[in-house]
């Protein structure tokens, strides 16, 4: 079946170009759009998406919020959200990531990025790709942990194994390359990643990396 994506952006001439590389797709079908937030809600309701592509800056409801509440307890469906972003950053992407977004995509990217991205994360991973993602942390290194204050109790209840994954996995890594990192299987990975985000209280990569960044386990710039 089809994935199901659901077009948001106040820009209707970026729709339809959108549209236009989407439906050349055989396995991506455009169901609707939306030109702000509260039609997002309304969309996502009536035509229940597999991927929210999501516009930050938009009227009446931006994407952040629409976001949380797409993504939240009580959600309609099980839409995935997947946040557009300028070639700058916007300084909301970090919100939207913590809203629950499953990753982010420059609005400038190659148009087999973007059919790329959207088939990640309906698949259910997240779409943190690490040149864009070292950009945000530069972008927001100042208001990051600066790695000198106390870890939180809640990391210690990982393995060693465990911290590692996550350290990769904030770094961007997919599964593949981390277990190519650390010699094991992807399937092992996996394993890791599940148990990572069921201690954590995580939904996803995405809430993981940002903890990991947060709570001063990863700093900008760190290999």
Do not use: W
């Given at each position: ?50 991927v ?50 499953s ?32 950009r ?79 709570s001063?386990l990863?700093?900008?710039?760190a290999?």
């Amino acid at each position: 079946m089809a994935i199901r994506v659901l077009l948001v952006d106040d820009q209707p001439l970026l729709r339809t170009g959108f549209r236009m590389i989407l439906e050349a797709e055989q396995d991506l079908a455009v169901v609707g759009e939306a030109g702000d937030g509260l039609q997002a809600l309304d969309q996502v309701r009536a035509l229940q998406p597999d991927v929210v592509l999501m516009d930050i800056r938009m009227p009446r409801m931006d994407g952040v919020e629409a976001t949380r509440q797409i993504t939240g307890p009580g959600r309609d469906g099980p839409a995935k959200v997947l946040v557009l972003t300028t070639f700058d950053l916007d300084e909301y992407v970090v919100e939207a990531l913590r809203a629950g977004a499953s990753g982010f995509l420059l609005k400038d990217a190659p148009a087999n990025e973007l059919v790329q991205a959207i088939r990640v994360v309906a698949a259910g991973e997240a779409m943190l790709a690490p040149s864009i993602t070292r950009r945000l942390l530069d972008k927001y290194a100042s208001h990051l942990p600066s790695g000198d204050e106390p870890v939180p109790d809640t990391l210690h209840t990982l393995t060693e194994r465990e911290v590692e994954v996550l350290k990769l996995v904030a770094r961007g890594l997919s599964n593949a390359e981390v277990a190519a990192d650390l010699f094991v299987s992807e399937t092992t990975v996996k394993t890791h990643v599940g148990h990572v985000l069921t201690k954590l209280g995580l939904r996803d990569r995405v809430q993981a990396a940002v903890y990991a960044y947060e709570s001063g386990l990863v700093r900008p710039g760190a290999q």
